[in-house]
């Protein structure tokens, strides 16, 4: 069965540092990858996908990047974090043609 | 544009009682899917059912069913003798083909509180 990794689950962080989180999902092959942020009292707004390695479509710009080194790792970074760069980041995968997405655990960031 | 509103923020209920939340969608495309996903306190979101636009056969599964209509562009949730362990925020979810499949537009939640 596939399984979602997502890393870690909370995270400190001061204004103006940089921003890895890691995402891995094992079990299937050429997944779609998603990266959600929930920001607080907000829904869940679509931050970047990828339909392949190394391909990346940003739907918001913002302070952010996303990265796919590999065909099942999803890497979102930032080089200089800003406070309104708090929330709840969740990643998430579908399989290619279907529409459901599957997500991760999350990521409690606080930036302060 | 895509655009889903529920308009419950947050809804309280004791249990044993039934509870429908409320979904209301707005989108251009003819074909589209529907989502409703559970976000317990744990964080994760928990994939509960996928509907497709042409299919408005409601949807039954143990104590939940899903009413599709089409017509108010609709697509309801109701928990029949809601449980404590329902408490959770509910998120109603479109998706489109503006890009990739599988990108969702999540309304902004209805969190459910269920009392003992």
């Known amino acids: 069965s596939q399984t979602i990794h997502q890393w870690p689950a909370t995270l400190v962080q001061p204004v103006g540092s940089p921003l890895s989180l890691e995402c891995t999902v094992e079990?299937?092959?050429?997944?779609?990858l998603y990266w959600y942020r929930q920001a607080a009292g907000r829904g869940l707004q679509l931050l970047f996908y990828s339909v392949g390695i190394g391909q990346i479509s940003s739907e918001v710009p913002q302070n952010l990047s996303a990265s796919r080194p590999q065909d099942r790792q999803f890497i979102l970074s930032s080089k200089k974090l800003l406070l309104s760069d708090s929330g709840f980041y969740l990643c998430?995968?579908?399989?290619?043609?279907?529409?459901?997405?599957?997500f991760g655990q999350g990521t409690r960031l606080t930036v302060v | 544009a895509q655009k889903v509103t529920q308009a419950q923020t947050e809804i309280s209920v004791v249990e044993k009682e039934d509870v429908t939340l409320d979904c209301v969608y707005e989108?251009?495309?003819?074909?589209?899917?529907l989502f409703w996903y559970k976000q317990p306190p744990s964080g994760e979101l928990v994939f509960l059912i996928r509907r497709n636009s042409f299919d408005e056969q409601n949807e039954i599964s143990g104590r939940y069913s899903w009413n599709f209509q089409k017509s108010t562009s609709s697509f309801n949730f109701t928990i029949t003798a809601s449980q404590v362990v329902d408490s959770a925020v509910y998120f109603c979810a479109l998706s489109y083909y503006g890009g990739s499949q599988g990108n969702l537009i999540f309304g902004k939640g209805t969190k459910l509180s269920v009392k003992p």
């Open positions: 998430a995968w579908s399989l290619a043609g279907e529409t459901e997405a599957f």
């Open positions: 079990g299937t092959s050429n997944p779609n």
């Open positions: 989108t251009r495309d003819t074909t589209y899917y």
